[in-house]
Protein backbone atom coordinates (compact mmCIF):
# COMPACT_ATOMS: atom_id res chain seq x y z
CA UNK A 1 0.00 0.00 0.00
CA UNK A 2 3.25 2.28 1.00
CA UNK A 3 4.42 1.32 -2.47
CA UNK A 4 1.49 1.95 -4.33
CA UNK A 5 0.19 5.27 -2.62
CA UNK A 6 4.02 6.37 -3.65
CA UNK A 7 3.47 5.41 -7.03
CA UNK A 8 0.65 7.38 -7.07
CA UNK A 9 1.74 10.31 -5.74
CA UNK A 10 4.82 10.11 -7.76
CA UNK A 11 2.48 9.66 -11.31
CA UNK A 12 0.69 12.19 -9.75
CA UNK A 13 3.85 14.73 -9.84
CA UNK A 14 4.63 13.49 -12.92
CA UNK A 15 0.76 14.36 -14.43
CA UNK A 16 0.99 17.63 -12.92
CA UNK A 17 4.97 18.38 -14.06
CA UNK A 18 4.03 17.38 -17.98
CA UNK A 19 0.20 19.59 -17.50
CA UNK A 20 2.03 22.83 -16.59
CA UNK A 21 4.59 22.60 -19.21
CA UNK A 22 1.92 21.99 -21.53
CA UNK A 23 0.07 24.47 -20.80
CA UNK A 24 3.44 26.91 -21.05
CA UNK A 25 4.20 25.54 -24.35
CA UNK A 26 0.62 26.36 -25.25
CA UNK A 27 1.07 29.60 -23.52
CA UNK A 28 4.01 29.91 -26.00
CA UNK A 29 2.29 29.26 -29.38
CA UNK A 30 -0.55 31.76 -28.35
CA UNK A 31 1.77 34.23 -27.89
CA UNK A 32 3.93 33.44 -31.32
CA UNK A 33 0.34 33.12 -33.42
CA UNK A 34 -1.15 36.63 -31.45
CA UNK A 35 2.18 38.60 -32.64
CA UNK A 36 2.02 36.97 -36.39
CA UNK A 37 -1.90 37.98 -36.30
CA UNK A 38 -0.72 41.39 -35.30
CA UNK A 39 2.39 41.80 -37.65
CA UNK A 40 -0.35 40.51 -40.61
CA UNK A 41 -2.52 43.12 -40.08
CA UNK A 42 -0.09 45.95 -39.49
CA UNK A 43 1.17 44.58 -42.90
CA UNK A 44 -2.19 44.65 -44.97
CA UNK A 45 -3.03 48.28 -43.23
CA UNK A 46 0.26 49.53 -44.29
CA UNK A 47 -0.32 48.58 -47.73
CA UNK A 48 -3.72 49.82 -48.05
CA UNK A 49 -2.43 53.19 -46.48
CA UNK A 50 -0.06 52.67 -49.73
CA UNK A 51 -2.54 52.34 -52.49
CA UNK A 52 -1.65 48.48 -52.22
CA UNK A 53 -4.42 47.04 -53.25
CA UNK A 54 -7.12 47.69 -50.33
CA UNK A 55 -10.75 49.80 -51.01
CA UNK A 56 -10.17 52.45 -48.44
CA UNK A 57 -8.51 56.04 -49.77
CA UNK A 58 -5.14 56.80 -48.33
CA UNK A 59 -6.34 59.36 -45.80
CA UNK A 60 -10.07 60.47 -44.91
CA UNK A 61 -8.90 64.30 -44.94
CA UNK A 62 -6.75 66.14 -46.83
CA UNK A 63 -3.46 67.19 -45.46
CA UNK A 64 -3.59 70.87 -44.29
CA UNK A 65 -1.98 73.86 -46.55
CA UNK A 66 1.58 74.26 -45.56
CA UNK A 67 1.80 78.41 -45.02
CA UNK A 68 4.62 80.49 -47.08
CA UNK A 69 6.98 82.22 -44.98
CA UNK A 70 7.86 84.24 -48.59
CA UNK A 71 6.42 87.28 -48.61
CA UNK A 72 3.74 88.03 -51.54
CA UNK A 73 2.91 92.00 -51.78
CA UNK A 74 -0.33 92.69 -53.10
CA UNK A 75 -1.25 94.71 -56.69
CA UNK A 76 -1.36 98.12 -55.20
CA UNK A 77 0.76 98.23 -52.38
CA UNK A 78 2.30 101.77 -51.71
CA UNK A 79 5.51 102.49 -52.24
CA UNK A 80 8.61 104.87 -51.49
CA UNK A 81 12.46 104.07 -52.94
CA UNK A 82 15.33 106.32 -51.49
CA UNK A 83 18.69 104.70 -53.14
CA UNK A 84 21.12 107.47 -52.56
CA UNK A 85 20.68 108.23 -48.49
CA UNK A 86 20.35 106.86 -45.21
CA UNK A 87 16.51 107.22 -43.73
CA UNK A 88 16.58 109.02 -40.24
CA UNK A 89 14.08 107.41 -37.72
CA UNK A 90 14.43 107.31 -34.32
CA UNK A 91 14.41 103.80 -33.09
CA UNK A 92 12.89 104.48 -30.00
CA UNK A 93 10.01 106.48 -31.29
CA UNK A 94 10.04 105.75 -34.68
CA UNK A 95 8.32 107.47 -37.44
CA UNK A 96 8.38 107.89 -41.35
CA UNK A 97 6.93 109.41 -43.98
CA UNK A 98 5.30 109.14 -46.43
CA UNK A 99 2.75 106.17 -44.40
CA UNK A 100 3.20 104.01 -47.32
CA UNK A 101 3.37 99.90 -46.83
CA UNK A 102 6.56 99.53 -48.38
CA UNK A 103 10.47 101.13 -48.42
CA UNK A 104 12.73 100.07 -51.21
CA UNK A 105 15.90 101.26 -49.75
CA UNK A 106 19.82 100.56 -50.14
CA UNK A 107 20.94 97.34 -48.73
CA UNK A 108 24.96 98.57 -47.92
CA UNK A 109 23.57 101.88 -46.62
CA UNK A 110 21.80 100.34 -43.86
CA UNK A 111 23.88 97.45 -43.18
CA UNK A 112 24.71 98.64 -39.61
CA UNK A 113 21.65 100.58 -38.79
CA UNK A 114 18.18 99.79 -37.05
CA UNK A 115 16.10 100.92 -39.82
CA UNK A 116 14.85 98.03 -40.83
CA UNK A 117 13.42 96.85 -37.97
CA UNK A 118 12.33 100.42 -36.92
CA UNK A 119 10.22 99.98 -40.05
CA UNK A 120 8.90 97.12 -39.27
CA UNK A 121 7.91 98.16 -35.70
CA UNK A 122 5.31 100.36 -38.03
CA UNK A 123 4.37 97.71 -39.60
CA UNK A 124 6.53 98.31 -42.93
CA UNK A 125 7.95 95.98 -45.23
CA UNK A 126 11.37 96.67 -46.69
CA UNK A 127 12.98 95.76 -49.89
CA UNK A 128 16.17 95.84 -50.10
CA UNK A 129 18.22 97.30 -53.09
CA UNK A 130 21.98 95.36 -54.61
CA UNK A 131 23.53 95.96 -57.94
CA UNK A 132 23.26 91.67 -58.91
CA UNK A 133 24.65 92.18 -62.67
CA UNK A 134 27.23 95.40 -62.20
CA UNK A 135 30.08 96.41 -60.32
CA UNK A 136 30.47 98.94 -58.11
CA UNK A 137 33.59 100.44 -56.66
CA UNK A 138 33.13 101.35 -53.44
CA UNK A 139 30.47 98.43 -51.86
CA UNK A 140 31.92 96.47 -49.08
CA UNK A 141 33.01 93.37 -51.22
CA UNK A 142 34.37 95.31 -54.32
CA UNK A 143 37.27 93.66 -53.82
CA UNK A 144 35.90 89.91 -54.35
CA UNK A 145 35.14 90.32 -57.69
CA UNK A 146 37.42 88.99 -60.71
CA UNK A 147 39.02 91.63 -62.74
CA UNK A 148 38.66 88.13 -65.35
CA UNK A 149 34.77 88.61 -64.52
CA UNK A 150 34.12 92.18 -65.33
CA UNK A 151 32.82 93.75 -68.96
CA UNK A 152 32.39 96.89 -70.43
CA UNK A 153 31.39 100.10 -68.62
CA UNK A 154 27.45 100.66 -68.27
CA UNK A 155 26.93 103.71 -70.41
CA UNK A 156 25.70 106.60 -67.90
CA UNK A 157 27.60 105.05 -65.00
CA UNK A 158 31.24 105.54 -65.65
CA UNK A 159 32.07 103.52 -62.37
CA UNK A 160 30.17 100.67 -62.96
CA UNK A 161 31.42 97.75 -65.39
CA UNK A 162 28.93 94.83 -66.54
CA UNK A 163 29.61 91.63 -64.93
CA UNK A 164 29.77 87.63 -65.94
CA UNK A 165 26.31 86.45 -64.14
CA UNK A 166 27.05 83.02 -65.21
CA UNK A 167 30.37 83.02 -63.25
CA UNK A 168 30.44 81.34 -60.16
CA UNK A 169 32.49 83.17 -58.64
CA UNK A 170 29.93 86.50 -59.44
CA UNK A 171 26.91 83.89 -58.48
CA UNK A 172 29.03 83.61 -54.91
CA UNK A 173 29.46 87.01 -54.06
CA UNK A 174 25.97 87.40 -54.70
CA UNK A 175 25.47 84.70 -52.05
CA UNK A 176 26.98 86.93 -49.60
CA UNK A 177 24.85 89.45 -50.73
CA UNK A 178 21.63 87.41 -50.12
CA UNK A 179 23.53 86.35 -46.57
CA UNK A 180 23.26 90.06 -45.25
CA UNK A 181 19.87 90.83 -46.95
CA UNK A 182 18.53 87.86 -44.40
CA UNK A 183 20.37 89.20 -41.30
CA UNK A 184 19.38 92.65 -42.07
CA UNK A 185 15.22 91.13 -41.76
CA UNK A 186 15.08 92.44 -45.43
CA UNK A 187 11.26 90.72 -46.05
CA UNK A 188 12.51 91.31 -50.28
CA UNK A 189 15.51 91.50 -52.83
CA UNK A 190 15.31 94.19 -55.77
CA UNK A 191 18.89 92.63 -57.60
CA UNK A 192 19.19 95.61 -60.09
CA UNK A 193 21.05 95.37 -63.59
CA UNK A 194 19.86 91.68 -64.23
CA UNK A 195 19.23 93.03 -67.90
CA UNK A 196 22.50 92.93 -69.59
CA UNK A 197 21.56 91.13 -72.59
CA UNK A 198 19.83 94.58 -73.29
CA UNK A 199 22.90 96.28 -73.26
CA UNK A 200 26.49 96.70 -74.71
CA UNK A 201 27.61 94.70 -72.03
CA UNK A 202 31.15 93.36 -73.32
CA UNK A 203 30.25 89.62 -72.28
CA UNK A 204 27.93 88.11 -74.88
CA UNK A 205 25.28 87.75 -73.05
CA UNK A 206 22.03 86.63 -73.85
CA UNK A 207 18.95 86.52 -72.19
CA UNK A 208 19.20 82.83 -71.01
CA UNK A 209 22.18 84.05 -69.26
CA UNK A 210 19.71 86.36 -67.59
CA UNK A 211 16.98 83.87 -67.12
CA UNK A 212 19.26 81.38 -65.46
CA UNK A 213 20.17 84.23 -62.93
CA UNK A 214 17.01 85.09 -62.18
CA UNK A 215 16.63 81.42 -61.32
CA UNK A 216 19.51 81.27 -58.84
CA UNK A 217 19.02 84.32 -57.32
CA UNK A 218 14.97 83.17 -57.06
CA UNK A 219 15.78 79.88 -55.03
CA UNK A 220 18.82 81.37 -52.79
CA UNK A 221 16.00 84.37 -51.96
CA UNK A 222 13.71 82.02 -51.53
CA UNK A 223 15.71 79.76 -49.31
CA UNK A 224 16.21 82.55 -47.05
CA UNK A 225 12.58 83.51 -47.02
CA UNK A 226 12.47 86.51 -49.15
CA UNK A 227 10.41 87.74 -51.19
CA UNK A 228 13.02 88.90 -54.73
CA UNK A 229 11.38 91.16 -57.68
CA UNK A 230 12.55 91.56 -61.94
CA UNK A 231 14.10 94.70 -62.16
CA UNK A 232 13.23 96.12 -65.85
CA UNK A 233 14.33 93.02 -68.03
CA UNK A 234 10.88 93.02 -69.83
CA UNK A 235 12.25 90.59 -72.58
CA UNK A 236 12.26 87.75 -69.65
CA UNK A 237 9.05 89.11 -68.35
CA UNK A 238 6.43 86.23 -69.07
CA UNK A 239 9.81 83.16 -68.59
CA UNK A 240 10.45 84.87 -65.01
CA UNK A 241 6.91 85.42 -63.68
CA UNK A 242 6.37 82.37 -61.78
CA UNK A 243 9.60 82.94 -59.84
CA UNK A 244 9.07 86.48 -58.91
CA UNK A 245 6.79 88.43 -56.11
CA UNK A 246 7.02 91.22 -57.67
CA UNK A 247 8.34 93.49 -60.64
CA UNK A 248 10.24 96.97 -60.39
CA UNK A 249 9.97 98.87 -63.34
CA UNK A 250 11.88 101.90 -64.65
CA UNK A 251 10.33 103.89 -67.55
CA UNK A 252 8.00 101.88 -68.98
CA UNK A 253 5.67 104.32 -69.54
CA UNK A 254 8.20 107.08 -71.01
CA UNK A 255 9.19 104.35 -73.42
CA UNK A 256 5.34 103.06 -74.26
CA UNK A 257 6.89 99.57 -73.01
CA UNK A 258 4.07 99.16 -70.07
CA UNK A 259 1.87 96.32 -71.12
CA UNK A 260 5.03 93.93 -71.05
CA UNK A 261 4.71 93.82 -67.50
CA UNK A 262 1.11 93.91 -67.01
CA UNK A 263 1.14 89.68 -66.71
CA UNK A 264 2.48 90.57 -62.96
CA UNK A 265 -0.93 92.65 -62.42
CA UNK A 266 -2.92 89.69 -64.13
CA UNK A 267 -0.94 87.23 -61.93
CA UNK A 268 -2.04 89.46 -58.55
CA UNK A 269 1.53 90.41 -58.34
CA UNK A 270 2.45 93.76 -57.69
CA UNK A 271 4.89 96.21 -60.72
CA UNK A 272 6.47 98.88 -58.42
CA UNK A 273 6.85 101.18 -60.70
CA UNK A 274 9.30 104.18 -61.62
CA UNK A 275 8.84 107.39 -64.09
CA UNK A 276 11.08 110.47 -63.84
CA UNK A 277 9.49 113.06 -65.62
CA UNK A 278 10.86 116.47 -65.68
CA UNK A 279 10.76 118.54 -62.59
CA UNK A 280 9.74 115.51 -60.34
CA UNK A 281 9.48 115.33 -57.28
CA UNK A 282 8.33 119.11 -56.09
CA UNK A 283 7.74 120.59 -59.87
CA UNK A 284 6.87 117.79 -62.31
CA UNK A 285 5.94 119.05 -65.74
CA UNK A 286 2.36 118.26 -65.65
CA UNK A 287 1.60 117.30 -69.18
CA UNK A 288 4.50 114.00 -68.27
CA UNK A 289 2.84 113.44 -65.28
CA UNK A 290 -0.70 112.71 -66.77
CA UNK A 291 1.04 110.85 -69.79
CA UNK A 292 3.16 108.73 -67.27
CA UNK A 293 0.20 108.21 -63.98
CA UNK A 294 -2.22 107.22 -67.50
CA UNK A 295 -0.21 105.14 -69.53
CA UNK A 296 -1.94 102.23 -71.44
CA UNK A 297 -0.89 98.99 -69.87
CA UNK A 298 0.19 100.54 -66.54
CA UNK A 299 -3.24 99.71 -64.92
CA UNK A 300 -2.59 98.96 -61.34
CA UNK A 301 0.81 99.87 -61.32
CA UNK A 302 2.39 100.83 -58.17
CA UNK A 303 3.52 104.49 -59.83
CA UNK A 304 5.68 106.92 -58.43
CA UNK A 305 7.21 109.72 -60.12
CA UNK A 306 11.15 110.41 -58.63
CA UNK A 307 14.08 112.60 -59.81
CA UNK A 308 16.83 110.52 -61.56
CA UNK A 309 18.97 110.19 -58.43
CA UNK A 310 16.13 108.36 -56.23
CA UNK A 311 16.53 110.90 -53.41
CA UNK A 312 13.96 111.26 -50.89
CA UNK A 313 11.32 113.17 -52.85
CA UNK A 314 8.62 111.22 -54.15
CA UNK A 315 5.36 112.27 -55.86
CA UNK A 316 2.31 109.92 -56.68
CA UNK A 317 -0.41 109.83 -59.20
CA UNK A 318 -3.17 111.41 -56.87
CA UNK A 319 -0.91 115.14 -56.67
CA UNK A 320 0.66 113.98 -53.30
CA UNK A 321 4.36 114.80 -53.12
CA UNK A 322 6.20 114.27 -49.77
CA UNK A 323 9.57 114.59 -48.44
CA UNK A 324 11.06 111.28 -46.29
CA UNK A 325 13.64 112.67 -43.85
CA UNK A 326 16.93 111.08 -44.45
CA UNK A 327 20.65 111.85 -42.61
CA UNK A 328 22.39 114.47 -44.11
Same mark, same amino acid.
Given at each position: MEGGTEGKLRGNTRESRLSRRQKLVLAAVGAVMLIVLIIGLGLGLGLRNRGGGGDEPETTQPPAPQPTAVWQPAVNTSWQIILN?? &?? +?DPDRPAVVPDVEVYDIDMFMHQNS /? #? +? %? %????????? @?????????EPNRP *? %??????????? #?MEGWPDEKWINI???? @? /?? +?? #?? /? &?? +?? %? /??GCDGVDPDNVDGFQNKNGLDLKPEHSVSFMNFLADEAHNRKMAI? &?????DIV $??????????????CAEFKACPIFS? =? @??????VFHIEYPDGAPFDTDG??? *??????????? =??? @? &? $?????NFGAEYCDGSTVRTKVLP
Open positions: AK &LD +I /R #V +I %S %SLHKLNKKV @ICYFSAGSY *D %SDKFPDADMGS #VSSPA @I /RE +IM #VG /R &LD +IA %S /RMG &LKNAG $KTMLPKMEFAVNEEP =F @IKAGKPDQK *DEYCSAPGAEG =FST @I &L $KAMNL
